[in-house]
Structure formats: C-alpha cells, structure tokens
C-alpha cells in the first residue's frame, strides 16, 4: 500500500476520531448535567440528544460544502466546529449555552460523517477500499474508548463539581491537531475531475499510488460525464431508487440496534444493573475495549470476506446479546444481584463486539461506496441523516423508557435485529472488490 495513500487516509480518518470522542464523551456527565442544569428524565434526554440535531442538520447539508469547497476544505471546517464546541461547553455558562455549543459539534460529527469516508473512498484503490474507509470506523470506536478512558481518568483525578467541564475541554487538543494535518492531504481526485482539473487530478492519482493513472482518470471523467455531473443533479431521481433504499435501510437498522443508547449511556445502563459510579465508568471502558479489539478485527477481514458475511455475523451476535439483555432485566427488574450485573456486562460485552464486528465497520464503508460519483455527496448525506435522526429518537427516548421497562427497551432492539438478519440475506447486494464506477453501473441499471 502506498505510504502516501495510507497517511492521507490516517490524517481524514480523525475526523471519525473526534466523532467518537464528542459521541461518547458525554456518557460521563449524565449525573453532573442532571444536578447542574436541574433535569429530570426527559430534559436529560433532550439534552444528550441535542448534539444529534446538529448532527442532523450537519449530515442534511454536508454535501453542500463538499460539492462547493471540496471535501479537503470541509474537513478543515470541521475541525474547527468541534475545537469551538469543546471549549464552549466546557465554558458554558448556562443551560442554553451548553445546548447551543453540544448543536455546534453536532454539526460536526454529521459532516464528518458524511465527508470522512468519502474523501477516503475517493483517493483509495478499490482492493484498499473497504480497509481504508474502516479507518473511519476504527477511530470512531478509538474515540468513544479515548472519551470513556477521559472520563474514567477525570473521575478518579477527583476534580468536584467541575469535572464534567474537564470532560468536555479535553476535545479541544485533538481537534487542533486534525485542523493543522488536514492542510498536508491533497485534494480528492473525482472532485477535482468534476471541477475540470483533470491535471491536478492525475498528480494527487500518481502520489497516492494509482496503478494506472491515466486509465483511472479516464474513467473518472467518462463516469461523470455519463452523470451529467457538471450540472446541478438530485439524488432522488428513480434511476438513483436503489442506493437511495439501500442507503436508508443500513442506516435505520444501524441505529434501531440501540448502539447509540449503549455509547450515551453506558455508565447509567450499568448503575441500572447495580454497579457503583466508578464501576460504572470503568465497565464502560471495558465496553470500549471490545469495541476497538473487534473493529481492528473486522477491519483486517472486510476486503476478504465481504460486507454481507461481516452484517450476519454481526446481526446474530445483535439477536442473542440483546436477548440475553432484556432477560437479565425482566428477571432482576431494579433489585439486580451481582451476577445478574455480570449477565449484563457479559451481554452487552457480546452486543459491542457484534455492532464493532458487524455493522459498525460496515455502515460507513457501504454508504461511501453504492451512490454514483455524481450524487455521492448527497447519498452519503442522506445515509447520514437517516442514521442521525434514528439515532437521535434512540438517544432521547432511552432514559424515558428504560425508567419504565429495561426488558422491554432491549427486547425490542433485539427484534428489530432480527429484521436487519432477514434485510441482509434477502436484499442486501455485496461491494466487495467492486471499482466505484463499475458499482455505479450496477447501482442505476435499469
């Protein structure tokens, strides 16, 4: 592999290092925002998920910036949203100033979202593809492991009543460093070929270490021009239905497991199962552990098994685990004994190492791939927001429902898996080994 290739995929790869940082990073926090701002279950719900209207917001109009400034550029911009957003929400002075800066780098994990992994998929080979665009993905769980080590560290350090400021600060520092690298990455490739700088495009083809450059920019410049590229062109058109639907169902399914329920609240889902505070941040460590470990995994595996055997495997290990879960609390209700504790660390243990395993490598991979070169910004986007807004109805409802009913929460993740089981071997086609442009063939066939 090119070392070129490699460090470009690295430096655009922090972005999703920062998305899983200010993802996870308030999980640590719940029991602070809640005496400091006064918030009962639903506020604290609002307030957790208030991120994820900026995220939807910032996935709904990624594409725009992309298209516009260049997927370089925006990464750029992002990094410079979640700076402002550590340091305003660790200054925050209020309850609105807290919501208002949590929005801010809400937008910039949507954006990231979107504009990461198709930069990536933009510069690489496609026998490197699927590897390189789950660098995203392993530095997203690096960073909920990063926010989760952050925390538990911050808690034991013992600061009082300040330490959620700490928290949420801490983000600063990496996200100065992703700004400063981005200017070392060149531009991607197909952007530069649809903005009629087919020349730069060939020199940024030649140091990331095309095979054969001018074979590769021809067909870049035939694809978009079989797009009509060079002019304004909506991804909901009914030659694009296909990627549109496949794009949608990844998205929704990704989130109706209730991973994001697990990275928001993890400490607080393990104090329902009777662990004490430090316990709980701890175990949520351990949860971040097994998160890279199986990331790592799939990623060495997903350009040789395929994205399909990757999504049954892990919509299995969903089923059973989430299973497992809902029984524990149907059985222990809120009088949990420690082994029903180590039943629901052990089951939610097997639920990450699925999501890791399974659709977390898979989900931002597959969507940078099936869209056409001409809509890819917009169906990234639109995968993006179907996830985010799942995503933010998963985050808000959590802490409303489980008060009522764990078994009830997780039995229904768990059927909702089930579907996704049935989803991937009925309909879900494989990407692997695939060139963009002979994917966007088979993607708009008629």
């Not at 309850?95 to 979107?114: E, K, M, T, Y």
């Not at 730069?200 to 030649?206: I, Q, R, S």
């Not at 029984?327 to 039943?343: I, L, M, N, Q």
């Not at 940078?368 to 998963?394: D, K, M, Y």
Request: hydrophobic fraction near 55%; include cysteine.
């Amino acid at each position: 592999m090119n070392a070129t290739l490699l460090r470009c995929s690295l430096i655009a790869a922090l972005g999703g290092l920062l998305f899983g940082f200010d993802t996870a990073v308030i999980s640590g926090t719940t029991e602070h925002l809640k005496e400091v701002f006064d918030l009962g279950g639903f506020w604290l719900g609002f307030t957790v998920s208030s991120a994820l209207i900026g995220t939807i917001m910032g996935a709904m109009f990624a594409s725009i910036p992309a298209d516009w400034l260049g997927r370089r550029t925006t990464l750029v911009w992002i990094a410079f949203l979640y700076f402002v957003s550590a340091v305003g929400s660790a200054l925050a002075w209020d309850w609105p100033s807290f919501l208002l800066f949590r929005w801010l780098g809400g937008l910039g994990v949507g954006a990231s979202s979107v504009v990461a992994p198709m930069y990536i998929a933009e510069i690489s080979p496609p026998q490197f593809r699927g590897r390189l665009v789950a660098i995203t993905q392993f530095n997203i769980v690096f960073g909920i492991l990063a926010a989760y080590m952050s925390n538990y560290g911050v808690a034991l350090a013992d600061l009082g009543q300040d330490e959620w400021r700490v928290m949420f600060g801490i983000e600063a520092l990496p996200a100065a460093v992703f700004f400063a690298l981005m200017f070392l990455n060149p531009r991607s490739p197909r952007w530069l070929v649809a903005r009629g700088r087919s020349a730069e495009a060939a020199a940024v083809l030649e140091k990331v270490g095309a095979a054969d450059v001018r074979k590769e920019l021809r067909e870049i410049e035939e694809s978009l021009a079989a797009m009509g590229a060079r002019a304004v062109e909506s991804v909901f058109q009914r030659k694009y239905r296909r990627p549109v639907l496949l794009a949608v169902a990844i998205s929704t399914f990704n989130q109706l497991s209730g991973i994001n329920a697990l990275m928001y609240y993890a400490p607080h889902i393990f104090r329902m199962a009777g662990a004490e505070t430090d316990a709980s941040l701890a175990q949520a460590v351990v949860v971040g552990c097994t998160n890279l470990v199986f990331t790592m995994t799939a990623m060495l595996v997903i350009d040789k098994i395929g994205r399909r055997k990757i999504m049954v495997v892990g919509s299995i290990g969903y089923i059973v685990s989430l299973a497992a879960t809902a029984a524990a609390f149907y059985t222990y209700g809120t009088d949990f004994t420690p082994f029903g504790g180590a039943v629901v660390l052990t089951s939610l243990m097997v639920f990450i190492a699925s999501h890791a395993f399974g659709q977390g490598s898979v989900i931002w991979v597959y969507l940078s791939e099936i869209f056409p070169n001409a809509v890819r910004a917009q169906g990234q986007a639109l995968g993006s927001f179907t996830h985010w807004v799942f995503a933010a109805l998963i985050s808000w409802t959590f802490p409303m429902i489980a008060e009522v009913s764990g078994g009830h929460t997780f039995a229904f993740y768990s059927s909702m898996m089930v579907l996704q089981l049935v989803w991937v071997l009925k309909v879900m086609p494989e990407t692997k080994g695939v060139p963009l442009e002979e994917l966007q063939k088979r993607m708009t066939a008629d």
